[in-house]
């Protein structure tokens, strides 16, 4: 059973661009999760997914980012117009029902680092 | 806004026990305590969860108190690859309040 996988591991933007960050959730998993860190800081959640729905996106800001999880296919988290502050990585985790209850866990993803130039 | 307040740092020596505390002093009934850690460049990696009683698993165990405001992970034996940011969280009500990590704690551990 292959773990979280993200893509691409990292990225290179200038500014101006649109990033594209792709996760694919472990196999059984319903529940997709984005967090973004930036050096030396703690993750920063920014949006919570149930296959075609998003269920929270309380962390994410309000202009320019986007994060979908299809029926099919991976989740992506989208970044419109990007610029220098953007740049950090970004962390995809996926569950079962019920992390955000409490009572299962969640498994992360190695991340994408994004880098804009 | 994290829900629990970690020490910044620890350091130990390889072979010995780690105590790493968290206090949560706002934790509610429903509130479920979670481990992450994170080795350098990788994603977290999950280490235990409980609610109430103290729960043990291969990678480490956890007490918690009994007024449930504090709670403190315990490797038994440290090794190098232990060195890692550890993080404490606290989940419940299927909202993402509880999502968000802070710092946590970075442990060094010293060969």
């Known amino acids: 059973n292959a773990g979280v996988m993200q893509n691409p591991r990292h990225l290179v933007r200038r500014r101006g661009q649109e990033a594209r960050l792709r996760c694919s959730p472990m196999k059984g998993h319903s529940h997709v999760y984005w967090y973004r860190q930036l050096p030396e800081e703690g993750l920063k959640f920014m949006v919570y997914l149930q296959k075609e729905n998003i269920i929270d996106e309380s962390g994410m800001p309000k202009e320019r980012f986007s994060a979908e999880f299809p029926k099919e296919g991976p989740s992506i988290l989208r970044i419109q117009q990007v610029v220098r502050g953007d740049s950090a990585a970004y962390f995809c985790?996926?569950?079962?029902?019920?992390?955000?209850?409490?009572?299962?866990?969640?498994?992360f993803g190695q991340g994408t680092r994004l880098t804009v130039v | 806004d994290a829900k629990t307040t970690q020490p910044n740092s620890m350091e130990s020596n390889e072979e010995e026990p780690v105590h790493l505390p968290c206090n949560h002093s706002t934790i509610s009934g429903t509130d479920y305590i979670h481990w992450y850690r994170q080795l350098p460049s990788q994603g977290p990696e999950y280490v235990i969860h409980g609610l109430t009683s103290n729960v043990n698993n291969r990678m480490a165990s956890l007490a918690i108190a009994e007024d449930r405001k504090s709670s403190t992970l315990i490797l038994h034996r440290a090794t190098l690859r232990d060195a890692a940011v550890y993080y404490c969280i606290l989940t419940s009500g299927g909202g993402a309040d509880g999502l968000t990590f802070g710092k946590g704690t970075h442990l060094i551990i010293q060969p």
């Open positions: 985790a996926s569950s079962p029902p019920g992390w955000a209850a409490g009572y299962t866990e969640a498994f």
